[in-house]
């Protein structure tokens, strides 16, 4: 099946620092969307990507659909304590989404 | 509007004994989806529906069934429980994707279940 690649695996950056991660993929997907999932919550939608080369911000979060539809980042600027979490990337693709392993997020205050 | 709702939200099992995970929506979505979580492992597409009466296996569909019988609710049943089977369970749903297959899911809270 599809498998997606998310790096890092894990961050621990000082509060104010920004942040980059990324997924990687050897299928294309039609879509990319990026998830945050608090401690005992499901995963709530950050960003969505339509279109290849598609750079969307949300605040702070910005994301970018890469040219070749195989790969997308997420950057968090000026982080702050409440941007811990876990990230996941996801590709869509036939209605389906496949997700990546996720970035756990550490802020230190 | 509650969104994606899922019962119970923890529940622990002895190995063999069965069980049903609710879930259901409000939101008149189409498509709905069930995901096992592990640790470090992201999210496992266990089986989907795109409407009533219509479902198919996702990539972990072993030891689990579903039925769809309404647009709102979603069933997920563990027929013989397993320790393998210890995980988080998300529910999710979505409208119809557009035409390039795109569509965003929306997930329930989880519900935690340990099999001992």
């Known amino acids: 099946g599809q498998q997606l690649n998310q790096s890092p695996q894990s961050m621990f950056i000082q509060e104010g620092e920004d942040v980059s991660m990324n997924c990687t993929s050897s299928s294309i997907f039609n879509t990319w969307l990026w998830y945050k999932q608090d401690p005992g919550e499901g995963p709530v939608l950050l960003i969505a990507l339509y279109k290849a080369g598609e750079l969307t911000s949300n605040g702070r979060l910005t994301a970018q659909f890469g040219i070749t539809r195989k790969d997308s980042f997420l950057n968090i600027s000026a982080s702050i304590p409440s941007d811990v979490g876990i990230y996941f990337c996801s590709g869509g693709s036939n209605y389906k989404l496949t997700f990546g392993k996720g970035t756990l997020l550490t802020v230190n205050p | 509007n509650a969104g994606v709702t899922q019962t119970p939200k923890f529940r622990i099992l002895k190995i063999g004994q069965s069980m049903t995970l609710q879930c259901t929506q409000d939101?008149?979505?189409?498509?709905m989806y069930w995901y096992r979580q592990d640790p470090g492992m992201g999210l496992k597409l266990i089986y989907y529906s795109v409407g009533a009466g219509i479902t198919d296996k996702g990539e972990v569909p072993n030891g689990y069934n579903v039925s769809r019988s309404t647009t709102e609710d979603f069933p997920l049943r563990l027929e013989l429980a397993a320790p393998s089977q210890t995980s988080v369970y998300f529910c999710?749903?979505?409208?119809?994707?557009?035409?390039?297959?795109?569509?965003?899911?929306?997930f329930g809270a989880g519900s935690r279940l340990t099999v001992l």
């Open positions: 939101m008149n979505h189409n498509y």
């Open positions: 999710a749903s979505s409208y119809s994707p557009d035409s390039s297959g795109a569509n965003v899911l929306t």
